[in-house]
């Protein structure tokens, strides 16, 4: 990378910023109890099976975009069979502050197993996730030009990035305390792969008055580990970021580097027949990176006024020359520094009643808290159980802002073999590029012994989204055939 | 003796197998509306930018250093008055690198002067590119300067001048275009005084462009 590249990564580091998106949120998920991998989201729920052994790799599948900017349709026209970008679309619809986030994970494996009082279960997954956020404004300036705000700073903060990859060894135990009450809590080992995202970013961009000189302030801090090479010149300036290609995909995949630890806690509480409240709160811990970390710096103040100062040249090209005085006077600087880069916190809340034999309804709120934002989202959603080997779920969210979320899920039992899909967007799967949300998770696994008309009561009196013990129904000890007996 | 038969058991292969057909079908399921939709071999790596920009071009100060010769010229005339003569160049911005297309429209140059010299300066603009000249025109005057009784530089003279451009100056066979300013001024009497403080008598220059640009990129 020459330092046009690294004009590029200024430039990225002023229109970056962080507020990471990490969550993996499924609303759907949360209300289907029955499902094995619901225990994810939840770590109280248990399933009702005496063991679980998800599919590898396929046991919990999760992928989310979501893009608060713009429908990724809108960047392009067409002509002629032709898709030519053409983002005048998209920008003109930008607000103040944006966002773009990818999320995905996929379990490598997963297990779960009963106890007469436990429900333990062991996953390890790869997650993987990226963001972006930036100011509609700075956008527009790039795209349009600054001659119409020329004279006007422009604030750089609230416009960050970041990625991370990591690996998650999840270690999870349900129990019940107390009648009526199911209790979960999931310490997580993670190790960290390789990130980047921006620590710390200040400044303002400025065209000045009379003759258009550019400045640029910047107090800019990006961290990042993983496969990159960064070279630096003899006064410690960073020259070039590249990806390191010698580094091979076993040896990166393999690594167990970088340490992390994180909690998920979770409860399930019957409140009477018919109600059943659960929460969970997830992805409480950090991960410290230390391989190959690096602390990427630019501080300064930066002046352009143009590549001729007092009669003396200073290159034949223009934009060149831009581009050398800035990173110059803004001087980025790298040196190894080790760091710890936090998970994002995320709550579930939400009740589920039984309606009538076969169909539940049920609300739930979802918290995520991002650096210096808490970003909400709610759900209502109708389950229906036509069999007791199948159920079918649709789903209504408010979340990111879009009041049009309609999803849907469906689990299915078939001897051992069960499987779950769910998606908090429908029309999404059948319209990507029209749709700022695009959210699906699926999962297989192999449930052994675990027979529905055996375990599982399906009656008004015990709500299907509520966990299922592994305990007979009508056994002395279980607190539900107490409080039927009661009767 | 009736022989019971069984079937022949299903091998793990066969199982991962079937698994992997009822992954890949669900997802095809899935995905293929959308495939199908949207098909991305359409999409074209041709992107063109169009921005108002305003850029700095560059700044220059012209001076008369301690021997008493211009950078420029200077000439004397018969009455022993100092008559400024002098040519500048600044550096318009280029087609970028990796841009198959670059054209500019309602460009305007923007140009501030300041002037120190006791006498009204005038100012013709010249695009240069390639080796030709396209005389573009002239500024308003711009005034002269104020000097206090030790004839030392007091009060610049300020103009502030905006000069259209025309479109044609920039298309693709544009090369290095340049902006060529010349100065020329009245005549300024060399008194003594003057001459000893004639180092401080200096001419800013500053300048500008506003332009539409439009740049394509891709093949």
């Not at chain 1, 969970?280 to 100062?309: E, M, W, Y």
């Not at chain 2, 850029?55 to 004397?76: A, D, E, H, R, W």
């Not at chain 2, 009245?186 to 740049?215: D, V, W, Y």
Request: hydrophobic share 40%; net charge positive; charged share 15%.
């Amino acid at each position: 990378m020459n330092r046009k590249h690294l004009t590029g990564l200024v430039i990225g580091i002023w229109m970056h910023g962080l507020s990471s998106l990490f969550g993996q949120q499924s609303h759907g998920l949360f209300f289907m109890h029955q499902v094995p991998q619901a225990n994810m989201v939840n770590p109280a729920l248990a399933t009702d099976c005496p063991w679980v052994l998800g599919i590898p790799a396929l046991g919990s599948v999760h992928g989310h975009y979501h893009n608060t900017a713009f429908r990724t349709n809108r960047l392009w026209s067409e002509s002629n069979d032709t898709l030519y970008w053409s983002p005048d679309r998209a920008i003109q619809k930008l607000q103040n502050r944006e966002a773009i986030d990818l999320q995905s994970h996929v379990a490598l494996l997963y297990f779960g197993i009963h106890t007469p009082k436990s429900y333990f279960t062991f996953s390890l997954t790869e997650r993987a996730t990226a963001y972006q956020t930036f100011r509609g404004k700075a956008i527009e300036t790039f795209w349009y030009g600054n001659a119409p705000t020329a004279g006007k700073p422009a604030p750089l903060s609230g416009t960050r990035s970041g990625a991370l990859h990591y690996r998650e060894l999840a270690l999870g135990w349900s129990f019940e305390p107390a009648p009526q009450w199911r209790i979960g809590i999931k310490p997580k080992f993670l190790w960290g792969l390789s990130a980047i995202y921006t620590s710390k970013l200040k400044g303002e961009l400025q065209t000045t008055l009379p003759v258009y000189a550019l400045q640029a302030s910047l107090d800019a801090v990006v961290m990042a580990s993983g496969p990159f090479v960064f070279t630096q010149n003899n006064l410690g300036e960073l020259t070039q970021i590249r990806i390191n290609s010698d580094v091979s995909a076993p040896s990166y995949l393999l690594s167990f580097k970088n340490p992390g630890l994180a909690l998920d806690l979770g409860f399930v509480h019957q409140y009477d027949d018919r109600t059943t409240i659960a929460g969970s709160l997830l992805d409480l811990g950090f991960i410290h990176f230390s391989k190959d970390a690096q602390r990427i710096q630019a501080n300064g103040n930066a002046t352009f006024d143009g590549p001729v100062q007092d009669g003396n040249w200073n290159t034949n090209e223009y934009w060149d020359s831009l581009a050398d005085s800035l990173i110059q006077q803004l001087n980025p600087t790298i040196r190894p520094q080790s760091f710890w880069m936090p998970l994002t916190p995320q709550a579930y809340l939400g009740a589920t009643r039984q309606m009538t034999r076969k169909i539940s309804v049920g609300v739930a709120g979802h918290l995520i808290y991002f650096p210096g934002k808490l970003k909400p989202s709610m759900a209502a959603m109708a389950q229906w159980n036509p069999a007791k080997w199948v159920t079918g779920q649709v789903n209504y969210s408010i979340q990111n802002g879009s009041w049009t979320n309609v999803g849907a899920g469906f689990f299915i039992r078939a001897g051992a073999f069960s499987m779950f899909a769910t998606t908090d967007h429908l029309p999404a799967l059948f319209h990507l590029t029209s749709s700022r949300t695009v959210q699906l998770r699926f999962g297989f696994a192999l449930t052994p012994g675990c027979s529905p008309s055996k375990n599982q009561i399906q009656s008004h009196t015990h709500p299907g989204a509520i966990p299922c013990e592994v305990l007979p129904a009508n056994a002395p000890d279980n607190p539900r055939s107490t409080r039927r007996s009661r009767r | 003796m009736n022989q019971v038969v069984h079937p022949p058991a299903r091998s793990f292969p066969f199982l991962r197998k079937k698994l992997l057909h009822v992954y890949i079908s669900l997802l095809l399921a899935l995905c293929a509306p959308a495939c199908v939709r949207e098909d991305f071999g359409q999409l074209s790596d041709k992107l063109t930018w169009s921005p108002y920009l305003t850029l700095p071009i560059g700044s220059t100060t012209m001076s008369i250093n301690q021997t008493g010769t211009l950078p420029g010229t200077s000439l004397i005339d018969a009455n022993q008055n100092l008559l400024l003569q002098y040519t500048d160049t600044l550096l318009l911005p280029d087609k970028p690198e990796s841009a198959v297309a670059y054209t500019l429209s309602q460009a305007v140059a923007r140009l501030y002067f300041s002037n120190d010299f006791p006498a009204e300066l005038q100012v013709l603009l010249f695009f240069e590119t390639a080796g030709q000249m396209v005389p573009l025109g002239a500024t308003n005057l711009i005034a002269a300067g104020a000097i206090s009784n030790e004839s030392r530089p007091m009060q610049p003279g300020i103009l502030l001048a905006e000069i259209p451009l025309p479109d044609a100056l920039w298309d693709q066979s544009t090369q290095n275009p340049r902006l060529i300013l010349h100065f020329s001024s009245g005549s300024i009497p060399l008194n003594e005084e003057f001459i000893r403080h004639l180092s401080e008598f200096k001419i800013h220059t500053k300048a500008g462009l506003r332009a539409k640009f439009q740049i394509e990129f891709g093949e």
